[in-house]
Each structure stands twice: as C-alpha cells, then as structure tokens.
C-alpha cells in the first residue's frame, strides 16, 4: 500500500480503524483482543465480540451532498478518469452512487498526478466544495491520497466515455470490465428495481416467496427443449420453468411468487432468446377467472413504474429513459388482435392458431398508434399452443383462458388460468396422449383439493430491455449465456 | 360448481364480479367489452381495458379482524377440518393468513353438513362474530356456501392435526400435502422472513442485488463436486457458488449481493447437506479487514431477528422459537477456539488444520455455556483448508483472514477477505500448481483494478434449521434434492 502524504507528519494519511472500535460498549470480563497474534500458552482467552456495524470514516455521495463546503472529507473509489487541463486535473472516481469529481492542483496536493492511474482504486482526503457543473453539485479539493490498488494493465476499452461505441460482442468478451461504465451500470439498476418493485408489490398483495428446486427427474411442461445432466447416475434436468412447483405451493399459502432462473435447451439464436433467463413467476388460487392475473400484472407494472420514479430517478436520466404508459393497458382476444393487424396493415393471416413475432411487433405499433398503449394483453390463446395445464375457454374449447402481455410488441408475459379440477386435469392428459408419469406428485397436489388459480411468468431481461429501449437482451442480461456463450 | 343458496332468492350467493367493474373510470371512443363471445364481422373492436388492480368482496383474516361484529362478509379458503360437536360444528378454513373458525348450525346455514369435505375450496358467507377461543379471536357463522373445487380423494396425512407425527420421509414424498400443515408451512414463512431481511438490509447498506449464471464453463472454485451438463455439445457445470462473478462484480458496484440456488455434487448423505440449495452471497468493496464482513453480517443477523419479531410473530408463535442474541456475537481464531474446547472438554486435537463437525458442535457449547451467545465468529481458518482466492494473513501466512460464522455448533457462513491484487492472485494459483485456462474473465477483473473486498456465503436452509429448532435441513427445504431424492 503506498501513501502519499500532505505535510511532515508521521501520522499516515489513512490508518485502518483499530479493531477494538468494533468492541462497541461491552467487554467480556478478563477478555483482551489481538488480531493476528496467535496466543501464547498461559494466555487468558483472546476474543473480540461483536456488537453491530461499524461505523466508516470514509463518505459516499449522498452523505457527502447533505455535508458543508470547506469540509474535511475521506472518499474512496476507482478513478474512473483522469482529466488533466495543464496546472489543475479532474480525478472523476466511481463510487457505487455514481461520478464524483475529485480536483487535483499541483502544489495543494502533495503528490505527482503522474503518482495516480485510471482504473486505480484509492482512498482520498480533501475538502469537499460545491460546483453546480460537477456531478451532484459536489466536488473535492484533492490534499492527499493513499492508493489501495493498481491495475496491472491499462483500459482495453474506453469505459470512462458516456457511449463506448464497442460492439455487443466486444462488451460481451470484456463483460467485468465494460460493466464499469456508467450506462451499462445503470441497465442492471433498473433490473434490480423491477425485481424490488415485483417482490414488494406481491409481498403487499399476500404473497409468499417460495424457492423450487432447479434441478429435477423431469420436466415441468415435457418437450425436448431442456438440458438434461447426471444427477448420480440418475437421469435429470434442469427446470424450465417453476410451474409445477408454484402451482402445488397454491394449495399451501393461496398466492406465491419466486424470482429465479430458468433453463431454457432452445436451439434459438435471436435477439429475444437466451438459454438462462430468470423469470418473474407468480400464481394465485381463488382467482375468479383470469383477468384478476392481469390485474394484478397491472398492479405490479404500475408500483415498478412508480418505484423507478421514485428510487430510479438518477438512472433513468443516465439513459435517457421514458418510462412507459402503465395507467390504461388494452386487453384483446388473440383471433380479434390478428384480424386488427391483418385489416390495418394488409397482411394476410398465414396461420389462425399462432403468433409470429411480426404479428407481435405489428399488434404493439396498432395499439401505440390508435391507443397510445404501451402495453396489451393478448387473450385467449387457442389451445393447441398452451400447455395441457392451460384451462380451455368453456365458450369454445378452441381457446384457452389464457393471455401474453405485450411490451412494445414484444411477448414479456405468458399466463392463464389453469385446470384445478383432478378429473379435468386426468383427462386433459389422456386427450393430448401424454403420460402421467414423472408427474404423481404435481398430481396428487389436485388430488387433495386445489383452489381455482392461475399465474403466469415473465421474462426480466426482455422487460429491462424494453424499459431501457435496447434491441438486444443481451444488453439487459449481466453473464449472457446463449447457443454461442457460457463465458464469461 | 355447486351452489348452496340460504333463502328463495334467485340471486346467486357468489356472483363473479363484472368483468366491466375493472374498466376504471375511462372508456375507449367505440369500444366495448366481450370476455368469451368471438367477434362477428362488422362489429366494433372488442376491447377491454385495465386499468390497475380488482376490488374484491371476499375478506382476508387481517381485514375481518378490523370488521364489525354482525357483518355479513365473505371469505374463502380450503376446508382444513371439520369438528362435528352435534347441533352445532366447526368449519375451520385455512387461509394464506392463518386458520379461521366458521361455525355451522344446522337450520341456519340452509344446506346439510356433509356436502362440505376436507380439503375442499370454499366460498363462505355468513355473519362475523366475536369468540376469544377462536384463532384470532374471531368467527364466522355460516349462511351459505360455494363449493369452488373438490378433492378426488380423502388426504393421506393428518394435515390438519398441530404435529402431524408423520416421518420426514413421508413429509417429503407427500410434500405438496404435508405443507398444508400449519406448523410446515410456517417454517417456510421464517424463511421468507430471513430472506427479505437479508435483502432489506443489504439493500439499506448499499449494494446492489446482481442475478449470475448457474451455467458455465467451469466451476469457480473448480474440484469435482460439480455438476456437468452438456451445454449444445459443449461440456458444462452448474454453479457452486456465485464466486467468482460476485468478485468481478464488485468492480461494477461496489458492493454486490445475490440470494440464489448453488448446486453441489457432494456425496455426503448427512442432516446437513443438500445437493441443491439457496446461498445468501455477498461481496464488498473497500474494506479494512475482514472484520468488515463479520460486522456486515452481525448487522444483517439483528436486522433479521428485528424483522422476524415484528412481522412473523405468528410463525414464531406457532412454531415456539424462540429467537437468537444476536447482541454480541463473539469473535475467535480458529487456532484458539481449537484449544478452548480441547481444553474444557477434554478432547485431543487430532488435525491442528481442521475443524470437525463434533469441534464445531463443542465450539457452539462452549460459547453457549460462558457467554450464552448463540452464533460464533471463528476466523483465520488455515490456508490450505481455503481457496486460492483467500487472502493470506501477513502475519502468519499459514492462516488466512476468513472465517465462518456458527450457530448453535454448525456452520451457517463462510466469508473472509479475498486477493484483490492481480499479481498475488497469479502467485497463488501458480503456487497451488493450478491453471488459469478458464479463469481470464475472472483474472481480468483484477487485471483492470479491484478495490480490497471480501464477502461471504450463507447456507439459508441450515440457518432456517437451527432459527426454527429442526435438526435436519430438509425440514426447511421445500423440496429437498439430495443423495437419494429428485422428486417431488
């Protein structure tokens, strides 16, 4: 650790808080403390005890903004750059609120710029003033700084400019170092809110976080889209979903909800698709029929977007995020939203029983051009798509109570009613040919009395995506892992 | 759906409410609603709206304890017992808040007894009531009843019995049902309870929550407890522990957490171990010492107990636990906590560089006996029992600056500070004859700058266990994977 100092005194700049600050204001009787000494026989029982957090010296931004200007002050950070005008030079550090500008005038600082690197972490003394052009308000009179940390190399990508212009596959390969930037950084904030914002609006609505095993003896909706492994010689899978498991745990707390990830063996290689994704599940018993789901996904969008406003604001500005309409969402039949796309935009309907993604993109512009809409639900889904667990429309079995929500004409949400009844479930299963086999305990939660109930799963990253308005969901994804990816 | 009506009226008891009472205030020009009906040529658009979520009529326990006594109200819920008394007969609902006492009288309620079976989802109206014997100290008198769904079969386990005395193997085979207990499913909640407070409390602190991929290229702290998959013909492995991403992310933001499933292809078959669980990770930038995480964590232990006191008092109530000091939790090298109980129990050191389980037990009980703490603190764990991305003490190089935290004499945590410089950290690998192929994302972290950080791991299902009094993990696993169980 090097240390540069300001004056004459032997006191270092930095001195590592005793450990006995720790102790807080009790101490067991007969008890001293040593931290890397090892004890010595006759020694009493050398212990420290803990009481709580500690308490740090050092700042971070927001304690810094309520601080007085002419303020001694002790930030660390990296130096995110370095910006030298000739007699003074701007030492912008990273911290984990954001930029904060550091000012290093040769002279009142008593070390050579040349002494600090980019990418360097360091821990800083100075005096805290205010400049409206600074990040925050806020600067800091470098007078000192210790270096905590050296990089060995210098930047391979210029993480440091607002746009790095470096391709997504670039950024990909150099993923711990291109998240440093302060755009690509601010994506997976908004991430974490939406998942507070999804936890927090259920956990209010009577929800219970539940967490289901990921791997399993089969899959949960069968198909041949699922990574098989060796589970002690046993055969195994990785789970594509919680939707057994979520349904089940309706019989046990009414209304569940788990935030985790999911395998996905798809051969696709698109700018939608990944093979790790983690997805949004919740399900709820005593639904009177499907809509309450939607409702409740309108809940959850209207709390995430008030919750971005209101704890995401600094992130939002950084990408230049407008977040969208969540007051008034359309709901449309699937049958009736493919004749409205198919009259508007004369296009012929190739297939009455599907979706293609140009339907999707096609149905979100319809709705943002005639409703303002950024989000639709797409009700109704004929049968034969859904899974045999998806309830059948009693008006016309063709169809199922089921729906996806759309984001800007992009599929971010697959839900429904599903089948409660055991005898309906039985004969939904014989009727598609499928086998009851690997499946007696998601059967005998039906067996012994399940509520009505529905659910549905959405998709985080293509939801951040479409919140920061990129085109790829690798860029709303921190480690990727598609067809082509399982590094870094 | 069957129906039981109290008087002559033609009115159903149970209307499902109107799919227009969720269209809120505003209307589209032109538009109006039909949930099944298909759209004829010619019509209008059929749309509906949402715009946020549904009223209902039907009451949860929380919201009946603030009713007036003689109001008519509507509840539903899952039959979990019926105690015929005669004239009179109790109807015991479970809902998601708790078990709610609906008294049945004949002539009163307008249909027979036995149309209401065990197990079966019900839809309540009757009159509330006041009882101080009751759960909660309220009940319903019945009027009339909906049968929502019914079981198929009678239940296999006495669900509705305080202790089922039921083996934990038969608990976990009929696990679907086996939660429906009241007791089972509390455990779960305390589970809840010490995630959200985990997160709550990181949160407050400054990190960021990150989501890490469970499949890669390598395991990150490589051996051969690793699961492998084959990834589109490329070999792969399932995560055994967020590690190496939590460290690199750290770069990004400082301070990071993730509350995630790790998989372990251990072949121990124990009361401890899972093949599969849920790690509480995090990692922290620009600490002091290590002690920075023993501090972080203590914070987040009061933090959990605080939370659990005030929201999950029913679940501590009906399980009787009683909760930790979590006050002062002391602090112990390893060496010395060796020689403590060696020393008062009389028990040889038979490996000076290992702990054993039965030491761990003994540690435990000694901490317990001359302090009455219930978690323990043993730090400088020997170098060559951690891996290579553990800091070495400077002091004594033999030791490293880890720890593990124990809870009543078993290992619920283990943390420590890690390498933050590039170079030493290729020293390391290099002197542990290991590879670095695999590991350049990971090394180009700390090639590119790391702050000095450390963090920690959390096994939740072992800290559930010892909160809640149970002596196997599987008790506080949903649904356990282990030696011998895939299913359910």
Redesign the interface.
Known sequence: MMSFNMGGTAEPVYS??E?ES?L?L?L?PDLSFT?????SKGDS??????????QKE?M?ISQLMTEMEGKTVQI???IHTIRDMGTVAFVVLR???GLLQCVYVKGIAEFELEDLKE???VLIKGTLSKNEKAPNGIEVMIESVTI??????T??IPISKWKMNTSLETKLN????A??NIRE?AK??I??GV??AFRDFL?Q??F??????????KGAEGGANI??????H?P?V?AQSPQF?KQ??V?????VFEA??V?R?E?HNTKRHL??Y?SLDFEM??I??F??L???E??FL?YMVMLLEKEYEKELIILDVTLPRV???????F??AK??VAGKYKRAIKNPYDLEPEEEVLIGQYFKEE?DADFV?VT?YPSKKRPFYAMD????TIYTLSFDCLFHGMEITTGGQRI????KLLEKIAARGMTEE?M???L?????????HGGLGIG?ERLTMKLVGEDNVRETT????D?GR???
């Open positions: 590592v808080p450990y720790i807080g009790f067991f931290t890397s000494q090892r004890k029982v050398k212990m420290d005890v803990l009481t709580g957090m500690k050092t971070e660390n950070g990296a911290k984990r609120e990418a360097a972490s905590l940390s050296e990089p060995a190399e930047m391979p150099l993923r711990p170092v998240l440093r950084r997976f904030k991430q974490e998942v507070r956990h609505q009577g219970t976080e539940i967490r289901t095993p990921k791997i399993g003896s990574f098989k492994l060796d589970y002690f046993t195994a990785l498991y089940m745990m019989g046990v707390f009414d209304r985790a990830p395998f063996a051969k093979n790790e983690t018993g005593y009177d029929d809509t309450d939607c409702a409740m309108t809940g209207q007051d008034k969402i359309p709901c449309v039949r049958d009736e004749e409205l409703y639900f109704h429309d009693p008006a016309d409660h009844d055991y005898h690997g007696e305990a998601y005998s939660a039906f067996k012994y009395g399940m509520p009505p985080l921190l480690f990727p892992r067809l399982l590094e870094p």
